[in-house]
């Protein structure tokens, strides 16, 4: 395979390194049928950056439509460049919106989905419960809301963790080498949960993209995140978290919904919320 001139983009790099949409899409599709008897058709995506996700709905057929909203324009103007070109009539399906995501969208979706804590650039109760009241009038009757989050004991320490990432396939076709996720934390304060965590890229040759992405969250634990959403009208939000594989010391990487869980050195969860039918 010949490799990909994205091999050292920002943005495919994130990609490779961080997103897993066919796991999410499972996950969305099989909540949302388990509710309501049917799968969802319109999904929005918000703060999509490069709307993989979205990208990714849309293709799997033709009852499949997706918004995708994200402020900055650059994320979107790559998608445009990059990714919607080999979408053929899928493209058509997708609605790439310039926008804040505490803005109302028409028509209703039946899944919004605000994944990898992006959410968390709302830092005070009012900015927090404000977006999940424009989320919730964004939604059909008996439409779900999905956002992550993660924590434990780790979560709140000044720490970096670095993981190998291999080769993949950039969205141009050709190959993007395998490389080095480093994600920092860099500043925690207990007082308001401030959290200043960055992303880095090693290469194999050594070299590195510093500081790919920057983010300036705060990090929420999951009883605020559920007491914002029901505030904000959301009927019942349920928490997802994912299971512990014990015979390999590691996350088993299963998403179920639970009422309890013993705390761990980091953990993953999504937190569900639902409107009425
Ligand atoms: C980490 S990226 C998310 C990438 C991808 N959606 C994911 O799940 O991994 C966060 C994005 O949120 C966007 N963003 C930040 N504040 C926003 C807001 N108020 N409304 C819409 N987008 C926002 C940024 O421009 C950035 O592209």
Redesign the pocket.
């Known amino acids: 395979m010949a490799l990909s001139a994205l091999r050292r983009d920002r943005y495919a790099l994130y990609e490779a390194a961080?997103?897993g949409v066919e796991h999410d899409l499972q996950f969305i599709e099989r909540v949302y049928r388990r509710h309501n008897g049917r799968p969802p058709r319109l999904l929005r995506?918000?703060?999509?950056?490069t709307a993989l996700?979205a990208c990714e709905w849309v293709a799997r057929g033709r009852d499949h439509h997706a918004l995708a909203?994200?402020?900055?324009p650059a994320?979107l103007a790559w998608v445009r460049r990059h990714r919607l070109p080999y979408m053929r009539a899928a493209a058509d399906r997708l609605q790439l919106l310039k926008r804040?995501?505490?803005s109302v969208t028409k028509p209703r979706s039946d899944v919004l989905v605000a994944?990898?804590f992006?959410y968390w650039?709302f830092q005070t109760r009012a900015e927090l419960i404000g977006y999940f009241r424009k989320t919730l009038a964004s939604l059909t009757p008996g439409g779900m809301m999905f956002a992550n989050a993660f924590g434990g004991t780790e979560a709140m320490e000044a720490i970096s963790e670095t993981r190998r990432i291999d080769a993949s396939q950039g969205p141009d076709g050709g190959r993007i080498p395998g490389f080095t996720y480093v994600w920092e934390q860099q500043h925690f304060n207990p007082i308001d949960h401030h959290l200043i965590s960055h992303i880095h890229f090693r290469f194999r040759d050594g070299t590195m993209m510093r500081r790919a992405?920057t983010y300036d969250w705060r990090l929420w634990t999951l009883p605020e995140i559920r007491d914002c959403m029901l505030e904000a009208g959301y009927r019942a939000v349920d928490i997802y978290a994912e299971g512990w594989d014990e015979a390999h010391h590691r996350p088993d990487h299963i998403y179920r919904r639970r009422e309890k869980f013993e705390n761990q050195l980091g953990w993953l969860a999504v937190i569900v919320g639902r409107t009425k039918r």
Not at 45 to 49: H, I, K, M, S, Y
């Open positions: 961080v997103q995506e918000d703060f999509c950056a996700l909203l994200d402020l900055d994320p804040d995501a505490r994944l990898n992006s650039v992405f």
